[in-house]
């Protein structure tokens, strides 16, 4: 329980969410900026003419109109979480017996990683010469487990009531619970040697996380109520780096890297209720809530496919 | 098609149909309604002034709570908040208190001994709000104990731990309402108080295993409670019996029927070992969440010595939890025996406010046995929501036994004692990390042997991990002793007391050679501890005038088992040798006077045969109907000429009801109890309130002792017209002593006890100072001849000077006697003597008759010569009751700010056998009336019993005019000087005997 989910937070994932509107690519129609259907875009046309237009430096024609690329891969989420102790609060009746407000030593949470399918989805700007684009990442619906670290998950939450009792309370385990998460990312991105076959690229950008259907899942904490998990929003600078290929035509191939500079994520469970196996007098205890901070510095590694239109 | 920018759209579309998870149903808490009540439902053995205590969840109506009562055309009860009792609804106003208006508590109820009542609470005392109360059935239901006897009833156990005792009867289908845990005490309460002198362990009380060996346990008894304790913990058998044998006789002498409960203790320890718990009982000003009172402080109601609230100071105690999975929705626990809580001293003061030198220093209150504690599920509480909230938390509920001691050695003798079957209830809240246990009981203290004092106890025990309980191995320590070490003068069957500064270890005090008797040879004894004092009673009466030695070994312990350190006493008992033995009399009868009596009326009973026809008749003798007859001799009976009469006119004594006509129409049924010199009748039921009675004494009319009469241990019949003469077997015998009396209502504000000349000189009652009597400086006067007249030229006392610093000499009377003393209550502006004061607490004095030892003296008369050794022989000292009013006395405060008593007593003084020249020469000294105006402090023995000690403020004259053959010959003057009259007024022990 205790911090459940937080750490989902981190998700600092990259991923971002289609939840509810998938996207058909095949919907997808690109225009130029005169409007019309960019039906030449694609890869950069040999030896443009010279002209006012013409880039300052560069090995490439200026476009005439922004450049899509759309890749297809695998999104590697490593979360990178830490978390200061979990703090008890709002300890009252027979839980006080057992255990008090504070930290609880030598608690911890983390997230496990994901991987999943995504999409990049990236436009380069006319005006820089088709070298300085936007990018985001388009994913389904990531989900985190949180787990529970340390004597949280190794130790009774509350072994001994007045210190001499045992409760008969076990120790929680490592599952505590899990979260949607939708962590957009936009960032800007250079594209360096425009017209090679290899173009490495560099971005900076911005990640917004949001964390939703957060559910504790421990069987200890859910036997008596459902308590409630509320992670707080974060937002997160990133940092990429990447490496497109051209692999044929259109084809590119690319394999790109975000590292975020962390989510400060505050998470916290309500309404958490212990049955007392040894106390069947009360039955179960309230314990009140927990909650945990949890920095996330998730890295985010996309391996894809696509094309450039 | 979808232009592009539809992209972040369903981003948002995504974002915003992300909610967080839903919850599921919370654990109910509490709705409004009833919490808590004291007594609990179905609690039986209540003590008579329980304060009734019902708690709620919420502030409740003051108007409709304070609405009243009243019974509806159908006979169910109208209102908010009403008990009825057998009588109907009981009128006693309703208080509301409580840290918010919580509690409604009903104070000053007398509960009607044995009665059922039934509490109606109404959800109209919240407001209409309230969702666990009944508009028409009770919600409590309760049976208040009974401490008095029934008389001509056995007695019944009425309940085992608080259970209907069926549920520990094999078969009965019943079952307890708590579990029976191995560490549990077993308590027993009963219809009526038992004759501690019964209750033997191993023998009438017997706790067996599932072998039928004999468990060790320590048996407590105190009226109608038993207490069984077994040494160690029950876990050697799955079974255990116990059983209650026909020995056992309540106070009357009827029999208990043999009866046996089957006990199958549940193991309490987790893995074998004990959870131990640290408790604190912290003062403060703080009102209970579920009693209303102020916690840890008792609340005492007693006219005798005023309302009283005694605090406890911080006290730590020991308590061990039982395996709280072992038994369902309750948890037991046990608070060893031992333990103790400190509470400030009990203010002495008679009617609230006068000091007396009682002092008591801090009190100590033991556990005299593991207490039994369960935590449970509220019963008030909807099953359906959880067990526990801040509202209305788990119920607690605790069985004790107390001992109560004090810190100072007089204080400790007065007033140390047991009170068994404590029952108390509350709630169990969790506080602070903590399990704060607040809890009500009502338990009765004895005072004084005088008054019961109801007293209310709220006790908060909070959990503590930040303590240790405080351990005990100071040796128990001895604070005072009756016999005094060195004594000579005690009664041969004298109940020999040794009080400690602690309560003791019954088990360990009643083991074979605990403590001895030692006389010419061992002296069996039985030993019984009550409190903290060892009762030694020898099992056959002691020789007269014999040397004793008392020895109190280590084998005598503390609660905590820590060996008393070897006590020996050494006492000599009376010595009743003479060459002239008198014949029994009475010394004080209650109802009535100690003389036979003639001359009545209508309107009064009569006065003293053979007294003056000029005597003052005596008012109608009346008796209390919750009072003893009792009968004070002057000397030692012979027990085995005591014989209750059995019908009409029959044995020795007679306790007869009359009817209007005064006619015998039966025995009045009771229990005669025979003392070494008093004779205490005790009606079965107490005495009809208006109906006549009559108790008869026969002496038979001659000087031999016949079957039938009843004689003193000399062997000569008793002597009912001492008036007539009382020195030798010619005065023996005389017309029946009669004395018919009215039984009155019993009052909860008078306090009767009958007071006795101690120490006395004269302790075979012949008036005369016999060889191995042992003058005192009490209870005598000195006699001092002043002058003469006439033909008498001088006279002088013979003896030893009675008063060697003055230059007179003066010649000792030592007085013996005993005076029926009726307290009353406090009052203020009392005129006393024409003078007023403050307040006084009026004391009437029993008209009853003081015994002096015969005077000597030489005179030298005119004509006659000198007559040497003229005798007074034994003198008596009537006290009058002129124009038949009560002799009255008021307890005032005296000169040191300290209670004292100040009386006027009228006399008659008679020389009923003084023989002048071989009866030649004639006395005025009968009927003759003097007045001693007497004051001194109320006080308290060494042992702890009430003293009076009083003295003549003023000098006494006494002229004594002589004659011959009907002429007077002269005067000789006398006197009492000033403060040498002194008597000592002796209470008898609270614990019985003296």
């Known amino acids: 329980m205790r911090a459940a ?10 991923a971002t969410a289609l939840a509810e509107a998938p996207i058909d690519l095949d919907d997808i129609v690109l225009e ?16 443009p003419a010279p002209g006012p237009r013409r880039r300052r430096h560069g090995a490439g024609p200026t476009p005439r109109r922004g450049t899509w690329h759309l890749r297809a891969g695998i999104l590697h989420v490593t979360p990178h979480a830490s978390s200061g102790a979990v703090v008890l609060s709002g300890v009252a009746g027979p839980a006080s017996l057992a255990v008090e407000n504070g930290p609880i030593a030598g608690s911890s949470t983390d997230l496990t990683s994901i991987t999943t399918p995504a999409l990049l989805v990236g436009y380069a700007v006319p005006a820089w010469e088709g070298e300085l684009g936007v990018e985001t990442v388009l994913a389904p619906p990531v989900t985190f487990e949180l787990r529970a670290k340390g004597t949280i998950a190794e130790q009774s939450l509350a072994p001994m009531v007045l210190d001499t009792v045992p409760t008969g309370i076990p120790p929680l385990g490592p599952e505590l619970g899990r979260t949607k998460a939708l962590p957009p990312i936009v960032t800007v991105v250079y594209r360096a040697r425009r017209g090679h076959r290899v173009r490495p690229y560099v971005g900076v950008g911005v990640s917004y996380f949001h964390a939703y259907d957060a559910t504790i899942t421990n069987p200890i904490l859910t036997e008596v109520a459902t308590p409630h998990l509320a992670i707080d929003d974060a937002v997160s600078a990133v940092g990429q780096l990447g490496l497109d290929v051209r692999v044929a035509g259109r084809v590119h191939a690319t394999l790109d890297v975000k590292a975020l500079s962390g989510y400060a994520i505050a998470a916290r469970v309500d309404n958490i209720h212990v049955r007392t196996p040894a106390f069947p007098l009360y039955e179960s205890v309230h314990v009140g809530a927990v909650s945990v901070d949890v920095v996330a510095r998730p890295v985010l590694v996309t391996a894809g496919a696509g094309v450039n239109f | 098609m979808v232009h592009w920018r539809r992209l972040w759209p369903a981003v948002l579309i995504a974002t915003a149909g992300c909610e967080v998870g839903e919850d599921g149903p919370p654990p109910l808490t509490s709705e409004p309604g009833v919490i808590f009540s004291y007594p609990h439902d179905g609690q039986r053995d209540v003590p008579l002034g329980a304060r009734l205590v019902v708690s709620f969840t919420d502030p409740v109506d003051v108007a409709a709570v304070t ?7 159908d006979g169910g009860v109208v209102g908010a908040f009403c008990v009825r009792g057998p009588g109907g609804l009981v009128a006693t106003p309703v208080l509301v208190a409580g840290p918010k208006d919580n509690v409604v508590l009903l104070e000053s109820a007398a509960w009607e001994a044995g009665a059922t009542y039934e509490v109606f609470v109404r959800p109209a005392v919240l407001w209409g709000k309230a969702t666990n109360l009944d508009a028409a059935a009770p919600l409590v239901r309760f049976t208040a104990g009974n401490p008095t006897s029934l008389g001509g009833r ?8 608080g259970d209907d005792p069926a549920a520990y009867v094999a078969g009965s289908g019943a079952t307890p309402r708590f579990p029976f845990v191995d560490f549990t005490t077993i308590r027993v309460a009963l219809s009526e108080p038992l004759d501690p002198a019964t209750a033997v362990y191993g023998d009438t009380v017997r706790l067996v295993d599932a072998d039928g060996a004999l468990v060790e346990a320590a048996l407590l008894t105190q009226g109608p409670h038993l207490t069984i304790d077994p040494v160690a913990d029950l876990t050697n058998s799955p079974r255990y019996r116990l059983e209650l044998g026909a020995g056992l006789h309540d106070l009357s002498g009827d029999a208990l029927a043999p009866v046996a409960f089957e006990l199958a203790p549940l193991p309490s320890r987790v893995g074998g070992r004990e959870l131990a718990q640290v408790l604190a009982c912290i003062p403060g000003r703080e009102p209970s969440y579920a009693a209303g009172g102020f916690i840890n402080q008792v609340e005492l109601t007693a006219p005798l010595i005023g309302d009283a609230t005694i605090a406890m100071v911080d006290n730590t105690l020991a308590a061990v939890m039982a395996n709280p999975a072992g038994f369902g929705p309750l948890i037991p626990l046990t608070l060893r025996k031992g333990q103790r809580l400190t509470m400030q001293p009990l203010p002495v003061k008679l009617g609230g406010e006068i000091a007396t030198p009682l002092t008591t220093g801090p009190l100590q209150v033991q556990m005299a046995a593991d207490a039994t504690v369960y935590l449970a599920r509220n019963p008030f509480r909807d099953p359906a929501r959880l067990p526990d909230d801040e509202l209305a938390p788990v119920a607690a509920y605790l069985a004790f036994d107390v001992v109560v001691t004090a810190s100072d050695a007089v204080g400790n003798a007065a007033l140390n004692q047991q009170v068994l079957g404590v029952q108390a209830t509350g709630l169990a809240r969790i506080y602070d990390g903590g399990l704060e246990i607040d809890s009500v009981g009502g338990l009765d203290l004895d ?15 909070s959990t503590t991990t930040a303590r240790a309980a405080p351990g005990d191995d100071a040796p128990p320590r001895v604070t005072s002793t009756f016999p005094a070490d060195g004594a000579r003068d005690v009664p041969a069957d004298a109940a020999l007391r040794v009080t400690f500064a602690e309560g003791l270890d019954a088990a360990a005090a009643t083991r074979d050679g605990a403590v001895t008797l030692t006389g010419a040879a061992a002296v069996p004894v039985r030993v019984r501890v009550d409190g903290s004092t060892l009762i030694v009673t020898p099992r056959q009466p002691l020789a007269y005038g014999a040397a004793y030695t008392l020895e109190v070994s280590g084998m005598v312990r503390d609660l905590a088992g820590t060996a008393a350190a070897p006590t020996r006493l050494g006492f000599r008992t009376v010595d009743l040798a003479t060459s002239a033995p008198a014949p029994l009399a009475l010394a004080a009868a209650r109802p009535g006077v100690p003389c036979a009596l003639d001359g009545a009326t209508a309107t009064s009973p009569g006065r003293c045969r053979d007294g003056a026809s000029s005597d003052d008749r005596y008012a109608p003798f009346a008796l209390a109907a919750d009072l003893p007859v009792e ?6 009976l012979d027990r085995g000429t005591v014989t209750l009469g059995t019908a009409c006119g029959t044995g020795s004594v007679r306790v007869e009801r009359l009817d209007p006509s005064g006619a015998c129409t039966g025995v009045a049924r009771g229990r005669l109890v025979v003392g070494e010199d008093r004779l205490s009748f005790i009606a079965d039921g107490g005495w009809e309130p208006g109906a006549r009675y009559r108790v008869v004494i026969h002496g038979g009319d001659d000087g031999d002792c016949d079957a039938g009469e009843l004689c003193g241990r000399n062997r000569l019949p008793f002597n009912s017209d001492v008036l007539d003469g009382l020195a030798d077997r010619g005065d023996a015998g005389g017309a029946d002593l009669v004395l018919p009396f009215v039984a009155a209502p019993a009052s909860a504000d008078r306090y009767a006890m009958t007071t006795r000349a101690w120490p006395v000189a004269d302790g075979n009652g012949n008036g005369v100072l016999d060889a191995g009597e042992v003058a005192s400086s009490t209870n005598r006067a000195a006699m001092r001849i002043v002058g003469t007249s006439g033909m008498v030229r001088s006279a002088t006392l013979n003896g030893p000077d009675c008063v060697p610093g003055t230059p007179a000499r003066e010649a000792c009377m030592y007085l013996s006697g005993a005076l029926p003393v009726t307290m009353g209550t406090l009052q203020h502006a009392c005129t006393i003597d024409g003078a007023t004061v403050a307040a006084c607490i009026p004391v009437e004095l029993s008209p009853q008759i003081l015994y002096g030892t015969s005077l000597s003296m030489n005179a030298t008369v005119a004509v006659i010569g000198t007559l040497s050794d003229q005798r007074t022989q034994q003198l008596v000292l009537r006290l009058r009751t002129p124009a038949g009013q009560p002799l009255m006395s008021h307890i005032v405060v005296g000169a040191d700010g300290q209670a004292a008593l100040r009386a006027r007593l009228p006399l008659y003084l008679d020389a009923p056998s003084m023989k002048l020249l071989a009866g030649l020469a004639g006395h005025d000294l009968a009927s003759k009336p003097i007045t001693v105006d007497v004051a001194g402090p109320v006080a308290f023995t060494a042992d702890g ?25 002269g005067t000789i003057a006398m006197e009492i000087p000033a403060g040498e009259m002194k008597m000592q007024l002796v209470g008898d022990a609270a614990k019985g005997g003296r």
């Open chain 1, 5 to 14: 989910g937080i750490f989902v937070a981190l998700a600092a994932t990259a």
């Open chain 1, 32 to 47: 130029d900026e005169d409007g019309q259907p960019a039906v030449d875009a694609g890869p950069p046309e040999p030896a």
């Open chain 2, 67 to 73: 609405a009243g009562c009243s019974l509806g055309a």
């Open chain 2, 154 to 161: 056995a007695p019944t156990v009425i309940a085992v731990n």
């Open chain 2, 447 to 461: 005072l004084l042997g005088l008054d019961r004092a109801t007293s209310n106890m709220v006790l908060r025990l």
């Open chain 2, 631 to 636: 009968l004070t001799f002057q000397q030692p």
């Open chain 2, 945 to 969: 019993r009430i003293q009076i000690s009083l003295a003549n403020v003023a000098a006494v004259p006494l002229a004594v005019e002589l004659s011959a053959i009907g002429i007077g010959i």
